[in-house]
């Protein structure tokens, strides 16, 4: 079997659970909401600014996504699938499907954020083709990266803690680029340097996740 | 029917845990199709040893090799060919048992929507197909983890205490319904009750066993 075909499997199956018990969604989107109105309320009308706007919606969505992805590996262990899956798939279907769903989440939750900050803070955007693009690498960086420090952290006890301590350095250089060119893409200019930063480091974390994840795999 | 020619070779294997040695070192050879029991009060290893037979778990020394028609089987391979129950093994709440059947045999690309029918059928719970798993008694859920194992006609069927919680006449049905598919398969059985195997199947006990 193709680990194509095996990831498909472990990305739908990610998604019905979802679906049903709403794992991530339903806290990621409750934090997405309660930060988003306090940091705009704190804010008042200099949140409308470039720079304010874009640490804005940043600081929401890393801390959405960790809220979000940062169990993805923890369910399993927690809920004794773990070994179910290791018997039945591949390191990398798993791994893959595993992206695949967490970058659907992810999405969904950047939906609720886009039109909440549209809504509560209202920036004018300078350049929406520079701000998609930068969403999509830094939304890419996200769904790369907290699944592998989640698949780190599986195993250890207080998990939650530490995804916060772990994520910290492997996602902040994405973050800052993120926020650079946010700021640029709002500002009217297309974020070129950041749009390669962000690619280059989420192609660097995923080679590096791929290589990697047979260490997190073994028992 | 046609009758596994599935091998398992074990050589010199130590189970290890942290710095302890739980099991070994062994060196036994399963030639299939056939059930072998693995004998042993709790805490004598059946489970890790089971665990390192099923590529779970890698041994502290010594090699475990997967041989099938003669041929060395890759551990990605060895997935398609094997099916595993064990207890701290469960299903998955959110999915229903169809459902969970169905998500092993894409990954297995062992089993078919007719497979899944046939496998829930033979463990005797068709009729809680749509059932999630928190939703079943004990004995419904052993039941779910074994159709698991045994979609797909597996070459190699590793059961660990497949019989806890299970009464006596699902025991019955169980050891009838194993020793059935030994006669296509290699079947390994692990048991804390000396009891359960039958005059003259082959065993390995754990707890008769001393290592130098």
Known sequence: MSIWAGATAVWGKELRGEWRARYSLGSSILFAAVTLAVLSFAAGPQARRPETAAVLLWTVLLFSATASLSNAFAREVEGGTWDLLRHAAGPGEVLLGKWLAGLCVLGLVEVFILAGGALLVAPSVGHPAGLAAILAAGTMALAIGLPLVAALLAQARSHGGLAAALAFPVLVPAVFAAVSGTRRALEGTWPGDELRILIGFAAALALAGWRLFDFVWED | ?212
Request: some cysteine.
């Open chain 2, 1 to 212: 029917m046609g009758g596994s020619r599935f091998e398992i070779r074990l050589e010199s294997v130590v189970g290890r845990y942290g710095e302890r040695d739980v099991v070994g070192p062994l060196t036994v050879r399963f030639e299939g199709p056939g059930l072998y029991w693995i004998l042993g009060p709790n805490g004598s290893g059946k489970s890790t040893l089971l665990r390192m037979i099923a590529g779970l778990k890698r041994p502290g020394s010594g090699r475990v090799r997967w041989l099938c028609q003669g041929r060395e089987v890759a551990a990605a391979r060895l997935r398609a060919l094997s099916g595993l129950a064990a207890p701290e093994i469960q299903l998955y709440r959110d999915l229903t048992v169809r459902e969970n059947l169905e998500f092993l045999a894409r990954l297995r690309a062992n089993g078919t929507k007719e497979g899944v029918r046939e496998a829930l059928a033979s463990a005797g719970i068709e009729h809680l197909a749509k059932e999630r798993p928190m939703s079943l008694s004990s004995g419904q859920r052993q039941r779910a983890r074994l159709a698991a194992a045994w979609l797909g006609h597996p070459e190699l069927l590793l059961l660990d205490e497949p019989s806890s919680n299970l009464d006596a006449e699902a025991r019955d049905w169980l050891y009838d319904e194993v020793r059935q598919r030994a006669l296509g398969s290699l079947c390994l059985v692990t048991t804390n009750q000396r009891g359960e195997p039958a005059d003259g199947e082959p065993r390995l006990d754990l707890g008769a066993l001393s290592y130098a």
